[in-house]
């Protein structure tokens, strides 16, 4: 092992790239991988190829000190690395709820008979459980013999719109090892090479957890689990104030207080979407379908229902607020990445329901600060505004389905002019109601008939 790491991080996505440039400002020599060369070459530029803010200035500064570079060329990693992580996708697969693990099995693939160095393989990537026991067996049986090669699962616990504090100060580090050390037992060489690779870390106070490998993938899929049930949760009582005339928001806000509940994702509107979430959810029951533990998790299928059916109950509201018809209305979206700070549109509930708006003949309007780009490279038949001003103007409805800060610091009063009915839907309970009403807008949000 080098004197100072040597680190390569395979997949430079939100995570990977994230990821290497956190590990450059650690003060190790980091080489990214990927197979894709538009992004390598941006990224050898100092240019993030999509929108995570404080990641810019920090792949930018590594790169200049010399520490970051990034290749395409797998034989330039294996001969670099001490260290290799890998941090390359895991989709939901095209024909079923399961992940689609090619792209792990296509960098072992690609790796492993390169391998001349003792070294560590890393995944980071979000996976069934079972995995890294098979793909441990495919880096032994694909390494040349008598190489010196060994995996650890250390999963990935970052927020897209806070990823470089996530990954530089994490809430916890979770290390699946092939066989930790018992009790008492000092602790093995793994567990070594990443308590030196996390020091700085754990020494800012990240927690840092020793587990089997079966248990550290189950702790990431269970935590997005968790997370979209509590979602799924608030949403369906959402449903119930629908009704009721109750309203979500103070029942959130009430039951948030006990501390054993917690106030935060307890945010009723139109529901969770993004890279993870959705397809977490799907792959974890497809998993627990082939171990034969189905019934332990079909509460996640209500989950993921509830979830789907707040974009339906969106798009029927949102009919009913232009009269019961789309056709000949103009809808303005305000939103389209799953999530503030994002550009990240997959599975995004906002840009769901504007589709389905457009199919249904609406003459939608879509903005969004900063995920235009893959919007339009999602849906381009709709149309897209270059500005707030632009897509409120003429509107008959306007639906907020992202809560950047542009749309929530919007003053009412000031842009309520611009549509032709001013009646906004506010699909994320992010406004002030009394505000909205007093500059001249008729407000409607979920899952509070009477705010
Ligand atoms: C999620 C997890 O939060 C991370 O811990 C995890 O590492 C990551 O997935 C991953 O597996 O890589 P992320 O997908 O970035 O992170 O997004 P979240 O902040 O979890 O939000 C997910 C969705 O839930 C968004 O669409 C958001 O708008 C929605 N949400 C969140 C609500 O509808 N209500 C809430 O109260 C909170």
């Known amino acids: 092992m080098s004197e100072r790491l040597r680190i390569t991080v ?9 990821h290497a440039a956190a590990m450059a400002e650690s003060g190790y020599d980091v080489l990214g991988v990927d197979i894709d060369p538009r992004k390598v070459d941006a990224l050898s530029r100092g240019e ?12 930018e500064s590594n790169v200049t000190a010399g520490r970051l570079r990034f290749t395409t060329d797998f034989a330039e990693a ?14 939901q697969h095209p024909r079923t709820n399961a992940a689609d693990l090619s792209q792990i099995d296509a960098v072992i693939g690609s790796l492993a008979p390169l391998l001349r160095r003792p070294c560590t393989v890393i995944g980071k990537s979000t996976v ?55 009790p008492g037992e ?20 990240s927690p840092f957890l020793v587990m089997d490998y079966a248990t550290s993938e189950l702790v990431k899929v269970s935590a997005n689990s968790f997370l979209a049930t509590k979602i799924s949760f608030i949403n369906a009582m959402a449903e119930v104030c629908e009704a009721t005339g109750a309203d979500v928001t103070r029942l959130a806000e009430a039951i948030g207080y006990d501390d054993r509940i917690g106030p935060k994702f307890l945010r009723a509107g139109i529901g969770f979407g993004g890279g993870c979430l959705p397809k977490d959810i799907r792959a974890f029951m497809a998993r627990a379908g082939e171990l034969g533990v189905s019934d332990a998790l079909s509460f996640l299928r209500d989950v993921d229902g509830i979830n789907n059916r707040r ?28 999530k503030p700070d994002s550009d990240d549109v997959r599975d995004s509930p906002a840009l769901d329901i504007a589709a389905a708006i457009y199919t249904a003949g609406g003459d939608v309007v879509v903005h969004d600060p900063q995920a235009m780009v893959n919007a339009e490279a999602a849906y381009p038949n ?16 306007v639906l907020l389905l992202t809560e950047w800060p542009e749309y929530t610091g919007l003053d009412p009063a000031m842009v309520v002019g611009l549509p032709s009915n001013p009646s906004i839907l506010d699909g994320r309970n992010c406004l002030d109601v009394g505000r909205w009403r007093a500059g001249g807008w008729t407000y409607r949000g979920l899952g509070r008939p009477n705010a």
């Not at 395979?10 to 994230?18: D, M, P, R, S």
């Not at 000092?186 to 106070?205: K, L, S």
């Open 128 to 182: 069934p459980v079972g995995t890294a026991e098979r793909v441990r067996e495919q880096l032994h049986a694909l390494a040349p013999a008598g190489t010196d090669v060994d995996l650890v699962w250390n999963p990935e616990f970052l927020r897209e719109g806070f990823a470089v504090a996530d990954t530089l100060t994490p809430d916890r580090i979770v290390v699946g090892l092939a066989d930790p050390a018992g």
């Open 382 to 397: 709709m149309a897209y505004a270059g500005s707030v001003e632009e897509a409120l103007t003429g509107a008959d409805l």
């Open 10 to 18: 395979i997949g430079t996505g939100y995570l990977g790239a994230t």
């Open 311 to 338: 974009r339906a109950s969106t798009v029927a509201l949102a009919r009913e607020l232009v009269g019961g018809r789309f056709v000949g209305k103009r809808i303005a979206v305000l939103g389209a990445a799953f």
């Open 78 to 91: 294996a001969e670099f690395g001490d260290l290799h992580f890998i941090g390359v996708g895991t989709p």
């Open 48 to 59: 993030v190829p999509f929108y995570e803010p404080g990641l810019p200035e920090l792949l």
């Open 186 to 205: 000092p602790p093995t060489r793994d567990e070594e090479v990443m308590r030196r690779v996390y020091a700085p870390m754990i020494e800012w106070g």
